[in-house]
């Protein structure tokens, strides 16, 4: 990867993951200990929504899987999944709390930001269920059709994010320093708002998961020029686009790993591994189960699942920064003041 | 000064505006610019109150009001409890032979309720929803409605399960469970 | 075309199934609507897994039936206890909570009952007719024009104070503002006026501060004063067919008004980003401007009731428009439903208009049919439920102040706002009892972030010159005519007469 440069998360807690991961993989599942228990999955936002219809399809499954289980759906919002996340980190690790919350956190936590009460290194990672690739959405009506196109735009580009921390607030902030793109960045633009200012001509472009921009795309309105990871062949991967620029190259895989990571559970640290091992199981023929893929399939995109320990290691790998990498997302936290 | 205490609120929101501001004057400048545009109106419109309460008491104090006290007791009465009260003087000396309370004793009332809703708040956070709620409305009942304990508990009993079901069966939806519940049912494990 | 129409409607009366699923729905989501701080969100995110199988016309037609009526019922525990469910329902208590105080709750009920059916059957049409015009009236509200709606609906508080209480509904309003600016802020991510507290950085949950404001003090005075709600002797008892009838009654009379209320929410609910209470605030608003006795507005003015109430139901088919042919949400609720849509296989987009065509329809009469259902069996019931308006208050206090402990957890899970609702019940009983005005805070809270949320992104984009858009300066032309009149009308006596005048136990 990137050499000798691995100064942002220890070499003890990548030590500690590698053995969890091990530890686990040789743990005997205990089913029988949740027979006749009630398991609380916490979803970080409130009812509705992508996180939560995604966290109650997982959850009815295990319930499935673990017989003599009660799964409950436990909504917590707040602060931008913080809430929900702290909670979940700070709940008894027993096995009988788990729950799902925006990767974007990988960033927040990078950033060192006073509201994260975690540490996703240690969480006990059950698995994550889908790829969800962040991409670079510019609107129709722009003259831009390519990266190349954006680089050369004289005047800035006004771009839609949300809001200093925000998932894309950041991205856009780090893009634009490294490469120095003619960007302007705009903020408070929340869940589809971007969607119509790019139609009313107010916002050039935007950077989002590729999912919650298909609509728009496939009805005309807008196009790709960049995607982040993903299998999908239609756009061209930033990894090309940025290729020769270690700095950027670098982001790109943070990046690349928010999307890859996508529709998450975990528990908090130190689960029993009998339990953990459980519930990874579980997990796992949830995701195999013909009729959770057909769900899946109809809410947004089929699962491509990856399992406890390698989603771990993932975790492990995205929170291992560059201090510049680093110093950019701090910027993102708290630009503006 | 009677300003003070006939119009109380004017100086608490003052108060409130005067820290709100205060505080929003350590943000940086993107974000004090609402409060600021919101506070100091605010503050001034208080203090413009505050000459309009102080110019209204003078006037109050200076002019009797030409009605006897009896009258104005009668029109309160009868505001307060919605039925049309006459009092009877016996002699000049006015005595009241309607059996309400005097006015004094509505603040009482209000501050027993007060401390019901406190003492509610109190109950749900410590023991939860499910211990709190049934209680409550037992003793409500049974202290303020004056309901016999068995009707009390009936109409408590049925309220709650009904709550609690459609809560916890139905909506599927965890209510608090109090922190002090929460530590026994860990203990007990 | 009209074969597509009256095609679809009959496709949806003589589907057994549907009408079933119809019916359900409005069940389901008349109970949800009733209790305070459950929401449109959770009861359509627990019925997703149930639809996951369905057929994509009954899958539609149950969710958005369920949704509409949702908003309907939340009226009953606000005129008849003074509690309101969110912020909507706080417009409707203004004057729903007085009549019902001077026993007149069937009427009130009736009313509203009726005047929410109406209104969303005119949405439902107005849906219909807008549809070609759609695009350039939605691309046509930009950042700009909501600062500006947002400021216009913040003027009418100067109408809701009582004479001589301009300041203190302005101070009031104000307050509300201030409220609305606790949280993360948009602009720098500081987190205002909540330090730590986590739960404070999304803003003051609306449900707790409405609840706190209105609901809290009413019931203290309540149990204070005794009696029953209705303040009357109870030889008098006479809520019959007949009062209900009276009420029902109301809604023709006052036609016009509430043709222009539907109207105009269903256009508010057409444009995202203008959700929440803003079309009941700003069409209670309305009423009392275009009323030729304002005075009466606060102590129970049966338009102040059928004015909120169609604005908040049309506004629910008006927010349909953008979420079905744009792809993009009309307002939180539909946020949701548009991804139930997507489960079902509903493909948003303006392909919609083209290719399927007869499922539009469809949910357009569901609207229309919903409302039938939900009216008729709401007014049926309410005869019953008024009576509980003259039961003696020690024994219903203690039942509200449960669904109101309840609604505040239940609207986002966090115990701390429990703590909040006592902090500002607190302030709420300091207004009620020195006869200030409390409905300009709900105003404030609820447009305040709009305003400021709009600003912002309005500066970020034109800077200062965004005042001289064609449609702000006709916004701005409105604004000031408001307050003109505001004024005058104040200095002239012609406005609400203030709290505690009159009736006793204020608004």
């Avoid at chain 3, 969710?63 to 606000?78: C, D, F, P, R």
């Avoid at chain 3, 201030?178 to 803003?203: E, K």
């Avoid at chain 3, 004063?225 to 008098?236: F, H, K, L, P, V």
């Amino acid at each position: 990867m990137e050499g000798p440069v691995m100064k942002h998360v220890s070499t003890g807690a990548l030590v500690a993951a590698l053995v969890a991961v091990s530890g686990a993989a040789h743990a005997q599942a205990d089913k029988a200990f949740f027979s006749g228990k009630t398991v609380t999955y916490i979803v970080a936002t409130a009812p509705g929504g992508g996180y939560d219809t995604y966290g109650r399809l997982v959850a009815e499954y295990m319930q499935k899987y673990l017989p003599g289980s009660t799964f409950v759906v436990r909504n917590m919002p707040g602060a931008g999944h913080l809430v929900g996340t702290n909670a979940l980190y700070a709940s008894k690790p027993d096995g009988l709390t788990i729950g799902t919350f925006n990767t974007g956190l990988i960033y927040t936590q990078l950033a060192k930001h006073s509201g994260v009460k975690f540490d996703l290194t240690k969480m006990s990672w059950i698995g994550k269920a889908a790829t969800d690739p962040r991409a670079v959405i510019i609107a129709t009506q722009s003259p831009i059709k390519t990266w190349a196109d954006l680089g050369k735009m004289k005047d800035q580009q006004n771009f839609a994010t949300s809001g200093p921390g925000g998932a894309n607030f950041v991205e856009t902030l780090a893009l634009t320093a490294i490469l120095k793109l003619p960007i302007k960045m705009l903020s408070g633009y929340n869940g589809t708002d971007d969607q119509l200012a790019m139609r009313r001509g107010e916002i050039i472009g935007s950077i989002g998961s590729r999912s919650s921009f298909e609509q728009f795309v496939n009805n005309g309105y807008g196009r790709f020029i960049g995607q982040f990871g993903g299998g999908e062949k239609d756009v061209p991967q930033m990894a090309e686009l940025v290729k020769g620029n270690a700095e950027a190259e670098r982001l790109v895989r943070l990046i690349t790993a928010q999307g890859d990571i996508a529709r998450l559970t975990a528990g908090p640290p130190e689960m029993p591994a009998s339990h953990l091992a459980a519930l990874r199981d579980a997990y796992k023929q949830s995701m195999e189960d013909k009729e959770l893929q057909a769900r899946a399939i109809k809410l947004e995109k089929p699962v491509e699942p990856l399992y406890g320990a390698d989603v771990a290691k993932a975790v492990a790998e995205a929170l291992n920064q560059s201090p510049e990498v680093v110093n950019l997302l701090v910027e993102g936290f708290s630009k503006g003041k | 000064m009677s300003a003070v205490t006939k119009n109380p609120m004017t100086f608490v929101m003052l108060a409130i505006f005067v820290v709100m501001v205060a505080i929003a004057s350590t943000y940086p400048a993107g974000a004090r610019f609402m409060p600021f545009v919101v506070g100091i109106p605010a503050i001034i419109l208080c203090l413009l109150q505050i000459l309009l309460d102080m110019r209204a008491s003078k006037e109050t104090a200076g002019s009797k009001d030409s009605r006897s006290e009896m009258e104005i007791a009668q029109e309160r009465m009868s505001q307060m409890t919605g039925r049309q009260m006459t009092f009877e003087a016996a002699n000049l000396a006015p005595a009241i032979t309607v059996s309400e309370n005097p006015t004094g004793v509505a603040e009482s009332r209000e501050f027993i309720i007060w401390i019901y809703v406190l003492a509610l708040v109190a109950g749900i956070l410590f023991f939860g929803y499910t211990a709190t709620i049934p209680v409550f409305i037992l003793l409500f009942l049974r202290w303020e409605a004056k309901c016999s304990w068995l009707k009390a508990a009936l109409y408590s009993g049925i309220g709650s399960s009904a709550l609690l079901f459609i809560f916890n069966y139905v909506l599927k939806f965890q209510l608090h469970m109090g922190f002090i519940t929460e530590r026994v049912m860990d203990f007990l494990g | 075309m009209i074969e597509v129409m009256f095609g679809s409607l009959a496709g949806l009366l003589t589907n057994g199934h549907t009408m079933g699923l119809m019916l359900l729905a409005v069940m389901i989501g008349l109970v949800v609507g009733a209790t305070p701080g459950i929401g449109g969100r959770l009861s359509i995110a627990l019925a997703i897994p149930f639809i996951y199988g369905m057929d994509m016309t009954q899958g539609a037609v149950f969710l958005l039936t369920m949704h509409a009526v949702n908003g309907t019922s939340g009226q009953i525990s606000s005129i008849m206890f003074g509690v309101p469910g969110d912020g909507d329902d706080a417009a409707t208590t203004v004057d729903g909570y007085p009549m019902a105080k001077k026993g007149e709750a069937g009427r009130a009920l009736g009313a509203s009952i009726t005047a929410s059916g109406v209104g969303g059957i005119i949405g439902a049409v107005v849906f219909a007719v807008m549809i070609p015009v759609l695009e350039p009236v939605v691309l046509a509200f930009s950042p700009a024009e909501f600062f500006l709606l947002a400021v216009l609906g913040i003027t009418f508080i100067a109408f809701l104070a009582g004479k001589g209480q301009i300041f203190k509904g302005i101070i009031v309003g104000l307050f509300g503002m201030m409220l609305s600016t606790v949280g993360m802020d948009p602009q720098t991510g500081t987190a205002r006026f909540s330090g730590d507290y986590l739960f404070l950085w999304d803003g003051i949950s609306t449900v707790t501060a409405v609840l706190a404001v209105f609901a809290i003090p009413e019931m203290i005075a309540l149990g204070a004063r005794g009696g029953s709600i209705a303040m009357m002797s109870s030889q008098n008892v006479t809520v019959s067919y007949r009062q209900l009838f009276q009420g029902v009654l109301e809604v023709p009379r006052h036609w016009w008004l509430v043709i222009r209320t539907s109207i105009i929410g269903a256009c508010i609910g057409m444009i995202p980003g203008l959700g929440g209470s803003a079309a009941a605030w700003l069409c209670y608003g309305h009423a009392v401007q275009t009323s030729k006795t304002p005075e009466r507005f606060g102590h129970g003015a049966v338009e102040g009731v059928i004015a909120p109430e169609t604005a908040s139901n049309a506004k629910e088919g008006g927010s349909l428009l953008p979420t079905l042919f744009f792809g993009i949400p009309g307002s939180s609720g539909m946020a949701v439903m548009m991804g139930a849509f997507l489960i079902l296989g509903i493909q948003p987009g303006p392909a919609m208009m083209t290719s399927n065509l007869p499922l539009v329809w469809t949910l357009i009469w569901a609207l229309v049919v919903g409302n039938l259902i939900a009216v008729t069996f709401l007014l049926f019931i309410t005869r019953w439920v008024a009576l509980l308006t003259f039961v003696n208050v020690s024994m219903l206090v203690p039942f509200i102040l449960t669904l109101v402990m309840v609604g505040v957890y239940s609207s986002e899970g966090q115990w701390e706002n429990l703590i909040v609702l006592l902090a500002i019940a607190a302030i709420g009983w300091g207004l009620q009892r020195y006869d200030w005005p409390r409905a300009p805070f709900v105003i404030g809270l609820v447009l305040g972030k709009i305003a400021e949320e709009s600003l912002h992104k309005a500066l970020g984009l034109w800077g200062m010159s965004f005042f001289w858009r064609p449609l702000s300066l006709v916004l701005i032309a409105l604004i000031c005519a408001t307050i003109a009149y505001a004024v005058y009308a104040n200095v002239k006596g012609k406005t609400v007469m203030p709290a505690g005048a009159g009736s006793g136990a204020g608004s």
